[in-house]
C-alpha cells in the first residue's frame, strides 16, 4: 500500500475549524482515501473516505487535491469530544473475493484546546 | 446490534501462560480482522477471516498465535506462552463484502505480560 505522511500533532480551540493535511504522493490511481480516528481508550472508527471529488458527511469534509497527492480533513466546528489521533489511509480498490487491511501510521494527534 | 465487542477489555498474565480473546462481530458482517496496537504506534494487521476461513496471515503472527472463527460469527485469538512483548491492546475489527468495505472496530483487549 502507499504510505501516507501526516504532521504528529496538532492543536485546535474549540468550536473552531480544523483542517488535518496528509501527503500521499505515491497514491495510484485505484486507491481510496480514508479516514479512522482513534479516541483514547477506545478502538479506531471511521470518519469519512473519497477517491476524487470532496467529500461530506455527518462528522467531516474530506477535500481532495486535484492531483490526488495530498488531501486534508476538515471539522467544521471542533468539540472537546473530537479529541483523538486521526489516521488518514490509502486502501486499494477492493476485487471481489479479496479483502486488504487497513495499514495505519501514526496519525495525528489533535488536541481541542477550551 | 451495538457494535463489535471484545472480551476480556483487560487481562494480566505472567509470562509463559496462554490467554485468549474473543471476539464479537456486528452479526452480519462477513469479514473479522485482528489488529494489535502497541503503545504511542497505529494498530497492526494481523489476521483476517472471511466467513470462517482464515484467509490471510500477517508475519506478525507468530507460532505461538492462532485464531479461529468456527461458525463464521464470533473469533478467538490464543496467544500460548506469552512473552512481555506481547503486551499491547488487540483489537477486533468486522465488515460486510460491499465497494467500500468500512471496517468496524471493537474497544480492544489491553493486554499486560508480567
Known amino acids: 500500500d502507499a504510505k501516507t505522511t501526516q504532521p504528529n500533532s496538532m492543536e485546535s480551540n474549540e468550536e473552531e475549524p480544523v483542517h488535518l493535511p496528509c501527503n500521499h504522493s505515491?497514491?495510484?490511481?485505484?486507491?481510496?482515501i480514508h479516514w479512522y480516528r482513534q479516541l483514547p481508550s477506545q478502538g479506531p472508527e471511521y470518519v469519512i473516505h473519497g477517491l476524487t471529488s470532496n467529500v461530506n458527511n455527518r462528522m467531516a469534509s474530506l477535500a481532495i487535491a486535484e492531483d490526488r497527492k495530498s488531501s486534508t480533513l476538515i471539522l467544521h466546528r471542533a468539540t472537546l469530544r473530537d479529541a483523538a489521533v486521526y489516521y488518514c489511509?490509502?486502501?486499494?480498490?477492493?476485487?471481489?473475493?479479496?479483502?486488504?487491511?487497513?495499514?495505519f501510521g501514526s496519525g495525528t494527534q489533535l488536541t481541542v484546546l477550551p | 446490534d451495538t457494535g463489535v465487542s471484545q472480551n476480556p477489555r483487560h487481562k494480566i498474565t505472567k509470562r509463559g501462560q496462554n490467554v485468549t480473546f474473543r471476539c464479537d462481530p456486528i452479526s452480519e458482517h462477513n469479514r473479522l480482522y485482528w489488529y494489535r496496537q502497541t503503545l504511542g504506534q497505529g494498530p497492526e494487521f494481523l489476521t483476517y477471516f472471511q466467513n470462517e476461513a482464515q484467509l490471510e496471515k500477517s508475519r506478525l503472527l507468530s507460532d505461538r498465535f492462532s485464531a479461529e472463527r468456527p461458525k463464521g460469527s464470533f473469533s478467538t485469538l490464543e496467544i500460548q506462552r506469552t512473552e512481555q512483548g506481547d503486551s499491547a491492546m488487540y483489537l477486533c475489527?468486522?465488515?460486510?463484502?460491499?465497494?467500500?468495505?468500512?471496517?468496524?472496530f471493537g474497544p480492544g483487549t489491553r493486554l499486560l505480560v508480567l
Open positions: 505515491t497514491i495510484s490511481g485505484t486507491d481510496y
Open positions: 475489527a468486522s465488515s460486510f463484502t460491499s465497494g467500500g468495505e468500512t471496517q468496524y
Open positions: 489511509i490509502l486502501r486499494a480498490l477492493i476485487s471481489s473475493g479479496s479483502a486488504r487491511q487497513l495499514t
